[in-house]
């Protein structure tokens, strides 16, 4: 079980690299067997193209210790386990540093829902984060950038809009596996690049109204989705 949670965390990162959505070593996938409470995740600073399966670092979730691997996990690993602590049915996170996402990050600024192909994948605006004060990038800076998070979403569906933007920083996504987390890594950058676009045309424009945002959202998700093939 935990070879094959390796297996597909590595092909995760490597497929995060395919899509173009990193640069250098700048991102990470982590994947978890909830069973054992086993987290799987890329090492810090391996490139891409030398990462295999037996690179990937086993960690226990409560404790955040290393239980096989040799090398550092990904130094982003504090916030993964903050958001697996906090987000029952995420069985894979991502991190990315990829352009038109961070853009609005920097600026500390949602992603509105500016049309419906946001809509059919979001439920609703991807939230930004607070910044995080001196005092928390002082401290555990990784667990509190997870704990930043985990208070965006206070309220918040974390299945419905499995994504942010840290202040500052850049996006973090989420899914029920790895390979899920990377799709909305993916997905994420598509409508951001569309909504600075959009923004460039016509700096005033605002979300789309609710009942569209709805009506394309719930034909996707959720048991009235008829999108697809059963």
């Given at each position: 079980m ?9 092909e995760?990162?490597l ?7 990193v ?7 982590s994947?978890?067997?909830?069973d054992?409470?086993?987290v799987?995740?890329?090492?810090s ?9 037996a690179?990937?670092?086993l960690?226990?979730l ?11 996990p990904?130094s ?12 029952a049915g995420?069985g894979?996170v ?11 990050a920097?600026?500390g600024?949602?992603?509105?829902c500016?049309?419906?192909?946001h ?21 555990a800076?990784?667990a509190?950038?997870?704990g930043?998070?985990?208070e965006?979403?206070?309220g ?8 942010v933007?840290?202040a500052g ?7 029920e596996?790895?390979a899920?987390?990377?799709?909305n ?29 709805e009506?394309?959202?719930?034909r996707k998700h959720g ?5 697809g093939?059963?």
């Open positions: 935990l070879a094959r949670l390796r297996e597909a965390v590595c995760a990162n497929e995060l690299a395919a899509r173009g959505l640069t250098y070593t700048w991102g990470n996938v994947g978890i067997d909830r054992s409470g086993t799987a995740i890329k090492p600073g391996v490139d891409y193209d030398a990462l295999t399966a690179d990937i670092v960690l226990d409560l404790s955040g210790k290393v239980i096989w691997g040799d090398l550092r990904s982003d690993t504090p916030t993964h386990l903050a958001l697996y602590r906090a987000f995420v894979g991502a991190h990315t540093h990829s352009p038109s996402a961070t853009a609005f920097q600026a600024l949602p992603l509105p500016l049309g419906t192909t809509a059919d994948h979001f439920h609703g605006d991807v939230p930004v984060t607070r910044m995080l004060t001196a005092e928390e990038v002082g401290g800076y990784e509190n950038t997870g930043v998070i985990v965006t979403f206070s918040r569906d974390p299945l419905g809009v499995p994504a933007l840290v920083h850049g996006p973090f996504t989420w899914g596996t790895a899920a987390a990377v799709k890594s993916v997905v994420l950058e598509a409508v951001a690049e569309m909504g600075l676009g959009t923004l460039q045309l016509r700096s005033s424009q605002r979300s789309i109204p609710q009942y569209l945002m009506r394309h959202y719930r048991p009235g989705a008829y999108y093939q059963r």
